[in-house]
Every structure is written in structure tokens, then in C-alpha cells.
């Protein structure tokens, strides 16, 4: 029994730590207690199993190991874009956009859920925190699409669904954890995951769309007199088309100096005119657009200009995504003085859950890297790899088991959870059957945005239960009793958005292409193809004389021929004829 547990420590201590997660055990000290466990059993049995390597010696290792984890510059990221996301929900930043792009959608059927999805891409795109951006939307947007008629299910749905966005659009957190966990930069990792966010998204609004023609009075247009910026598509479609006019004509300028970065720089002068203008409109009351326009054109450039300062920057290699980080929380912190909201209480409040954030995920890699030094110890990893690669199938039938499990372990977990227990396990294996780990990791952060939408323990439905209102109200403006939104109409509205996620993760695997752009177009060479001679000693190597150049005068050559076969030499042409050097036997220095 003894020598059994021996020769398959490594799956009973895997064993062990999902039942000390599943007895409810904080998981940062079920894997540092897990580990250190099976550390003193490793070593009491090593004498009984050549698969184990550990002695109390190894136990130095640790302290350099944990400072590996303080020192991680990569990290730095997560408390920069965590604070910059709650300053921007402090800033309201969130109620303007909700208020203005519903207005614009307003006057078609589902309107108000296709400006929730619009602006739950957005912020992602500036906030890349999943809980502000569904209290946020929980706040201001349920009220309004119960005031109108919305169904309770798909509002609940669409809203929880439209926050778990920042889960893969960057800047996401745990796509920091991702690159840093398979040892990839975090810049390729956002450039490959900004195709799958945006179809992601595309795939919602579609969802909606067909709901809107199989459920025609589930969700209603806005009535006219809820339309208080009016009319103004028009106005609106002439002031974007005046901006492209002069982002075309600061390209054409600028290309002659700037080259490639005249592209960027035309776009940012277009849109820098367009805010100027709408700015002066509305200051002059000059009135040459529409309310609706200039409310579009006011909030919606500030939000974007962030989103180019901190992944705009790391795109063209200018900063590191911690220095854009760092560019993104100076920035929000700006937003928020121009619009009168920045105070000591709100830089407190978003540096209290920046900390509170900043220690959780600490101590999970604390506790994961005891846990590692053990589970490597034991020839863990040597154990998960080849349980994964030798599944039927190949690299297909590894993709599918990876996918199917961290979906259904998703159900228990949260992502931060799953990237640092699962995500080291599978990446070897992933590696060794060659599969690009960027690639990877889009595709596991697409699948881990399901355990925010799982019933029952999905976080996002609980950010919303939160905020949803529990028992009947009386509606503010209509003044009308308006029913509460129960548990189960958000758990069955989650459950079609969950099917899309699941979709997007099928999408990812069947057309890589969409995250594989990130290596750039590439030169088009095939590697297999390339073929390496080195010259051997049959022809002589000669750099030709060039009048100066690097070439003795007559140029360097090495001789003729073979001499470690006693070929002959012949001299280079034009030299004098020189005896060839028997090198069949070591030189002689007497």
C-alpha cells in the first residue's frame, strides 16, 4: 500500500487540492497547505519510488522562488489597470455613455441592449475590471429597459454577458495572468486577443438581433418623448465624414515625413478637429450640429482616447503593458478631475480595491508556487503531460479535453483561480504538440469568461443580483409599481449568452487565423524550404578585392583542396606556387 502511494503521489496530491476546493478552503491556502503537506510525505516516501525527488534541502529554494513573484515587473500591470478602472467608474464615465449611446440606438427595436453591449465593449476596452463594468450597467441600464418593457431575462442576460467582455478584450487582467503563466509576452497576448473580443461581441449584437424577430415585444424601441437629445443621425453622419475628410488630408500631409505612422497621426488629427468643434458648438451654442451629435461626439472621443493611450501605445511598441498601464491610471484620474468628480474619497475607495485585488492575486501565486515546487517534485508535470498528449486524437482531442474541462471546473472556479492552478499544468503539453501558446491562451481566456456567467456560482450574475432590485418599486419617472428582477430570470438569462461563449471558443479553434495575426504578415518564407551549406575546405573561400574593402590586396583566401586528406592545394591565381602543409600529424615545436 505504502509503495503504491509512493509511485502515484503526484495524482493523489492532485486529487487532494480539488477536495480541499471543493470543502470551501480559501484557495490560496489550500495550495500552499497541500503543498508543504506532501512536501513532508514526498520526502518521508522518496526512498520508495524513483519518481520522487525531494529532501529538506529543496526547502531553500523557496525564498527565491517567492521573491520570483514580488519582483515580477509583468504584474505591475494588474494594480495599475485595476485602479484605473475604478477611478473611471467613479468618474461616471459609465453613465454617459450608457445615457448618450442609448439614446442613439434608441429608436429601433432592442436599442438599449445593443448601447449595453456597445458600451460593455468600451469599457472593457478602458476598464478591463468585470465587476465594475456589470454594476455599472446593473445600475443605470436595468431600470431604464424594465421602464420600457424589456424582458427580464434577456435585460439580466445581455448585461451580465456585456461585463464578462473585459474579461478578453484588452486590457484584461487575466490576460496579464495568462501571458505571465505561459511565459509569453502580454503584448502579443492582447494583439491576439482583439479579433476573438470584438467578433465576441459581434456575435451578441446577433443574438439580439434575432431575438428582436422571434420575440418581437421582448424589446421595444424607446418611445418618443424618452428621446431627450431628439433626432440628429443625419448631423451626426456629416460630422464623422467632416473628421475622416480631415484625417485624410493630415495622412497625405504628413506621409512624406512620418511614413507608416501618418495613418495614426491623420486619425488622431481628425478626431482631435471633430471634439474641438463639437466642444465650441456646445459652448457658443452656435448649433451647427445636432444635441445628439455633439453629446456623441463629446462623450464618446474622451473614452476612446484612453483606449488609444494605453493599448494604442502598446501596439506600436512605444510602452511595455505595464508603462501603459501606468499612462491608463494617470489618464483616468485626469478624466475624472475634468469632469469635476475626482476627490480623496474616490482615490481612496479605488486604491482600497486595488489593494484588496493586488493581495488576493499575491497570495494565490504564493500559494501556487509551494504548491509547484512539490507537484514538480513528485514528477507532477511529467504525470499531466503525459496523461494530455496521449489522448486519442492528437492535438484535436487535446484541445477538446482541455476545453471541456476547464469549462466544467469553471462551474467551482473563478479565472484567476483556474490560470494559476490549471494554465501551468496544461502548457507543457500544449507545447510539446506544438501548439502556439498564445493562441492557447486566447482560446483558454475565451472559454474561462464562461465562469462568470456559470449558474449557480458565476460571479457576474452575482454583481447583478446585487444591484437588481429584490422586491417591487415604484419607477421614478413613470411613476408606475414595476416588479423585481428574481434569481432565476438571471440565471436563465445567462444561459444563451453562455452557449455564445461556447460558440466563440469552437469559432477560435476552427479559424486560429483570427488570434495567429498577431505575429504580423511574416516574410513568406517556409522554414522547411531553407537550406544551410557550409563551404567545406574543396573550394577556396575568397572575399574579392573591391579597391579597399574588408580584402588583403588579391583578397582572402583559404586554400584549395582538402589537406586533412593530403589533397593538393593549387595557389590562388597570379601567386606564387608554395608547397602544400601536411596536416596529417601534430605540428612539431622543436
Known sequence: MIEFIAENLAPIMFMSLIVFLLLGYPVAFSLAANGLLFFIVGVELAPLSDSINLSWPLLNAMPERLWGVMSNDTLLAIPFFTFM????????????????????????????????????????????????SVIAMGLISLPIMLRYGYDRSIASGVIAASGTLAQIIPPSLVLIVLADQLGRSVGDMYAGALIPGLVLTGLYMLYILLMTFLKRDAMPALPLEARSL????????????????????????????????????????????IYIVAVADKALNTNMMSRLAQQVIIVLIPPLALIFLVLGTIFLGIATPTEGGAMGAVGALAMAAAKGRLSMEVVRSALTATTRLSSFVMFILIGARVFSLTFYGVNGHLWVEHLLVSLPGGETGFLIAVNVLVFFLAFFLD???????????????????????????????????????????GFALFYLRSVAARVPYLDKVTGKVTQPVTTTQIYWGAVPFVGIQVVMVALTILFPGMVMHYKGEGTGIDPATIKIEVPGFGGGLTLPDNGGGLGLPGGLQLPAGNPLEGGEQKPAEGGDQKPATDLSSPPSFN
Open 85 to 132: 478602472g475604478i477611478v473611471l467608474e467613479k468618474s461616471g464615465m459609465a453613465e454617459d455613455l450608457l445615457d448618450t449611446i442609448g439614446q442613439l440606438f434608441g429608436p429601433i427595436r432592442g436599442g438599449l441592449a445593443y448601447a449595453v453591449i456597445f458600451v460593455g465593449a468600451l469599457l472593457a476596452a478602458t476598464t478591463g475590471v468585470v465587476a465594475a
Open 230 to 273: 431628439g433626432a440628429g443621425v443625419t448631423s451626426l453622419a456629416i460630422a464623422l465624414a467632416v473628421a475622416a475628410g480631415f484625417a485624410y488630408a493630415a495622412h497625405i500631409f504628413l506621409y512624406p515625413t512620418q511614413g507608416e505612422n501618418a495613418d495614426i497621426l491623420g486619425a488622431t488629427v481628425g478626431v482631435i478637429f
Open 415 to 457: 479565472f484567476f483561480e483556474l490560470a494559476f492552478i490549471i494554465v501551468p499544468l496544461l502548457a507543457p503539453a500544449a507545447d510539446k504538440l506544438g501548439i502556439d501558446l498564445i493562441w492557447f491562451g486566447v482560446l483558454l481566456g475565451i472559454n474561462m469568461q464562461t465562469s462568470f456567467m456559470h449558474p449557480p456560482f
